[in-house]
Every structure is written in C-alpha cells, then in structure tokens.
C-alpha cells in the first residue's frame, strides 16, 4: 500500500469516528504540509492545520517573517525555505500570486513530483501580468499542472475569503469548497483536510473545471454545498 492509500484509510476511519460529535479540529493522524508563499492565505490555512494537529512548515522568500509567524502558532508550526517546506511536506499547500507561480515551479522543481498540491492560486492580469493572460485561456488548472509538472493538483480554496478560511471551523458543514482536481487519491486527501477545518468540499470536475475555481465565476464566494453542486452541473 503507497503512502498516500496508508495515510488516506487511517485519516477516514478517524473522520468517520467523530462524525457524530460536537465539531473537533483534531485530526487522529498527523500530516506534514509545506506552505510555499505563507500570505494572507497560506498564514490562515496553516494556522487552522496547526490547530488541527497537523504538523506545518510555512515558507516565502522572507524566512524570518515566516519564523515569527512559526513562533506565535506554536505546537507543530515551523518554518524553511520553499525547497525545504517541498520536501518536508506530504501534502503541499501553493498560495503565492500567480505571477510568482513559473519561479516557484523552477525553484521547487522534482521536489513537487507525485506530492498532494492544493493549489490556491489565482491568475489576475492587472497583477500577475502575461502569466495571468495565459493561464486564463489554458484554463487556471490546467496552467497550474503546467508550472509545477508531476504535482497531483487539487485546485480549492480559489475564492473565499482568507480571513473566513480561519474561522470557518466554527460552523461546520455550512460552507461548501469547490475542488477540482484529475487525481482521486490526491481529491481524497485534500477532502479530509479541507473538512477537517470546517468547509464541506464539493467535487467540481476535472482539472478542466479549475477555470471556474477563481474568483469571478458563477463558483466564486460562499454558498452551501447543495447550492455549489446546483451551479456546478450547470457550467462544462
Ligand atoms: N487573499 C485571499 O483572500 C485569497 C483567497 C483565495 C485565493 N487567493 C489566491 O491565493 C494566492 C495567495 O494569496 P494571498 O492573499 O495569500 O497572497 P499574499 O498575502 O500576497 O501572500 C503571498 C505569499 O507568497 C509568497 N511569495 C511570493 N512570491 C514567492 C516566491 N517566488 N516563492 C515563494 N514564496 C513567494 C509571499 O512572500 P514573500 O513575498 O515574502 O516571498 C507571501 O508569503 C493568490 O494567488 C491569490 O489570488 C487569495
């Protein structure tokens, strides 16, 4: 059994045990997670991971903001470079501007090949420049896959807001998270982790669908899961 299959039964059985129970962010079986670009929302998703157990190394180009950062969570939090968060994580987490996205790719290289990568990022010309023009024709998923070549990408978390990524684990359940993503194992995984903090994640599609996970879209913003299901059969 790969280390993923291992990794996924443990963590649903667990899911499935304190389902009935008042919402717990503790997740039974630990997973490593490398944050590469620890912004607004790469800060907030590793924060609630922190809390949830889940041991999580934040990284940027700026590795004594990410220390502090680190510092103030406390429990599993660290910090290192791109590279290093890279190689430490199981599952990574990309939230940089798309822009920065070709960089990261290089940088990170075959350190991101068959890795989990929940991928954040979200292309705006009036930002990001040409990259944006591009990855918005191709299709934000398809570009993502793209620029960092082997990952296992899970497009989620495109279009709320990082501050409710946060506190959302408050109510549990009442916000759905389109996902997309062409890797069922890697679906699976970035599933549990996404409801272990509150939202309820809605398969979308394909890594052909992340062009609607972006903001903008009929997707973008906060809705139920039954509502996200509703608008998702409407678009192709
Ligand atoms: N903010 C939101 O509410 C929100 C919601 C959903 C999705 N998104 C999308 O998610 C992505 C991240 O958004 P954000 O708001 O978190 O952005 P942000 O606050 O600007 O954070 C971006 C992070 O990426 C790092 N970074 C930039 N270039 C890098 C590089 N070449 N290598 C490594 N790290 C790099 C930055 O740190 P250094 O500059 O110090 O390296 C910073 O830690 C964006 O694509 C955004 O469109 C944002």
């Known amino acids: 059994m790969n280390f993923y299959r291992r990794r996924f039964l443990v963590v649903t059985g667990a899911a499935a045990s304190t389902a009935l129970l008042p919402f717990s962010i503790r997740s039974a079986e630990p997973l490593k997670i ?3 670009g620890a912004g607004k929302v ?19 180009r700026h590795l004594e903001d990410d220390q502090a950062l680190a510092a103030s969570l406390g429990g599993g939090a660290r910090a290192g470079t791109p590279r290093e968060a890279a190689a430490f994580g199981e599952v990574l987490l990309v939230a940089v501007p798309y822009g ?17 990568v929940i991928d954040t990022c979200n292309p705006f010309p009036n ?6 023009d591009w990855a918005l024709r191709k299709g ?5 896959a793209e620029l960092l070549p082997g990952a296992r990408i899970v497009r989620a978390f495109n279009a709320v807001g990082a501050a409710r990524m946060a506190v959302v684990h408050e109510q549990p359940g009442q916000v759905g998270m389109p996902i997309a993503g062409d890797d069922a194992e890697a679906l699976e995984i970035a599933s549990i982790l996404i409801r272990e903090i509150g939202f309820e994640p809605v398969l979308v599609g394909g890594l052909a669908m992340g ?3 972006r903001p903008g ?6 809705r139920g899961a039954e509502e996200i299901r509703q608008i998702a059969a409407g678009l192709e």
């Open 217 to 222: 879209t009929p997707l973008a913003g906060e």
């Open 127 to 132: 930002r990001d420049g040409e990259i944006a």
């Open 140 to 144: 934000a998923g398809y570009a993502s």
């Open 211 to 213: 062009k609607y996970l």
């Open 42 to 60: 790469g800060s907030a998703l590793g924060g609630v991971w922190v809390q949830a157990g889940h041991e999580v190394m934040f990284s940027s």
């Open 34 to 36: 490398g944050i590469i």
């Open 100 to 116: 920065a996205l070709p960089d990261v790719g290089k940088d990170l290289g075959e350190l991101v090949r068959g890795k989990v």
